[in-house]
């Protein structure tokens, strides 16, 4: 099956420091990553759509300034939060489409929990 | 804005027992409806995905319907386990996925 995986899968971090987080398609190709942020007892909300070679869609209310997303390959998608604050504590999750499966079904990775302190 | 909303948001249940998880939605212009689980600090695993054109899906113990133009969707689980014990998420597809809070499930053995 289509697996995804996300590293790290925890950190912890000063704030004012800078984050990466990595999301890799592992055994196909995605044309479309997306990144999504879940709070405490929340909802997972997109943060934003990212295309291989193109830059990132993001969602109303996302700093792109703040969450730089890069898809330089077709397996391989970065997250990195700039100058992470406490508030930026999350779980973000990201998924990845396959071309050859369609459009309309994401496969998920397994989370990177972010502490800022 | 499409929205979407998970009843009950937490359930617990003695072991064997069926059980019935809710799921509704605002807009019912959608392309499919998925039920996703998510175990503790976990992703998501897909559990049944449901195009606008069905009406449910089966897969071993789980049913999941769909009344797109009532907008809401149930996921029937037969004989529940300890192991079924997980957050089960609902989400609906158009331009992108959204999801709901989720509803916590307990199967206490």
């Known amino acids: 099956g289509a697996v995804v995986s996300q590293h790290p899968s925890w950190v912890i971090c000063k704030s004012g420091t800078s984050v990466k987080i990595e999301c890799r398609s592992l055994d196909f190709q995605a044309t479309t990553m997306f990144w999504y942020r879940q709070f405490p007892k929340q909802s997972l909300m997109l943060m934003a759509t990212s295309n291989e070679g193109s830059k990132a869609t993001y969602e109303q209310g996302v700093e792109k300034d703040k969450f730089l997303i890069n898809h330089a390959s077709l397996t391989l998608s970065t997250l990195t939060v700039t100058s992470a604050h406490p508030e930026d504590s999350s779980f973000y999750i990201c998924s990845a489409g396959d071309r050859e499966r369609g459009y309309n079904e994401q496969f998920f990775g397994p989370g990177t929990r972010l502490t800022v302190l | 804005k499409q929205e979407v909303t998970q009843i009950p948001a937490a359930l617990s249940v003695p072991e064997g027992e069926n059980l019935v998880l809710n799921c509704s939605f605002t807009d019912s212009a959608i392309y499919n409806l998925q039920w996703f689980r998510q175990d503790p600090g976990k992703g998501l695993t897909s559990l049944l995905l449901?195009?606008?054109?069905?009406r449910e899906q089966t897969s071993g113990r789980l049913n999941a319907s769909l009344d797109k133009s009532s907008g809401r969707s149930t996921l029937y689980i037969a004989a529940s386990q300890p192991g079924d014990s997980a957050t089960y998420l609902c989400?609906?597809?158009?331009?992108?996925?959204?999801f709901g809070k989720g509803t916590k499930l307990s199967v206490i053995p």
């Open positions: 449901i195009q606008s054109s069905q």
């Open positions: 989400a609906v597809e158009r331009s992108q996925l959204t």
